[in-house]
């Protein structure tokens, strides 16, 4: 069974490499729009009406760490359901290459989100705030653009095979693929539970 594990792993991971070294510039596309994303995230000034509205979430999302209430089914609930949008938007978008496009916009935001809670919590919440997005944001959410990407360039493929064979014989594949790359996504809601209970939780003097 150990064995079984390692050997798929180690298929996964020689599957994935070989799709991002096909597929290179779209992948360093994906990761410079990511990037710009952050960037504007974090320079942009907002208006009152709408920064207040991020900061209430980020507000939100800081005191939930440490809210006993906020419980570990809440924790996975959420986080499943935030994945589960992103990936159907990208299994969606690449059932065509026409639609194809509409990612780079998924990954702009999702950039631009990172930005925008990276600068509120780290200026209003000072160390512990700073602290929560150098170990649970940040990992958490460059370890989900890796698997969105990487679903993406598969959901690109899959898109020009479609367009070239006019057939979506396949898409029973694709389906099966793309559900793999939602489970490893699902590894970022592994490493916020161990991260809030075992570390966190703990240390709610932060609050």
């Known amino acids: 069974m150990k064995r079984s594990f390692w050997i798929l792993s180690y298929k996964l991971r020689e599957l994935t490499l070989e799709k991002i070294k096909r597929n290179f510039i779209l992948f360093l596309s994906l990761c410079v729009i990511f990037c710009i994303g952050i960037i504007v995230g974090i320079a942009l000034e907002r208006e009152s009406g709408v ?9 939100k999302y800081y005191l939930d760490i440490f809210d006993a209430e906020y419980t570990f089914m809440k924790i996975v609930w959420q986080r499943f359901f935030g994945a589960l949008v992103v ?34 919590i780290i200026t209003q919440f000072g160390v512990s705030g700073t602290l929560i997005i ?13 698997v969105m990407a990487v679903a993406s360039l598969n959901g690109f493929e899959h898109a020009a095979f479609y ?11 694709f389906a099966k693929e793309h559900l793999v790359y939602f489970v490893m996504a699902l590894v970022a809601v592994i490493w916020e539970i161990l991260i809030v209970f075992l570390i966190f939780r703990p240390l709610n003097f932060f609050v």
Do not use: E, M
């Open 87 to 120: 990936f159907a938007l990208i299994f969606a978008t690449s059932l065509s290459v026409y639609i194809f496009p509409v990612q780079f916009i998924l990954f702009f935001y999702k950039g631009f989100l990172l930005g925008i809670i990276c600068d509120i």
């Open 51 to 59: 920064n207040l509205v991020y900061y209430n979430h980020c507000r």
């Open 163 to 173: 367009r070239r064979l006019r057939r979506i014989d396949c898409l029973d594949i």
């Open 134 to 146: 150098v170990i649970i944001t940040v990992p958490q959410n460059l370890w989900l653009f890796f």
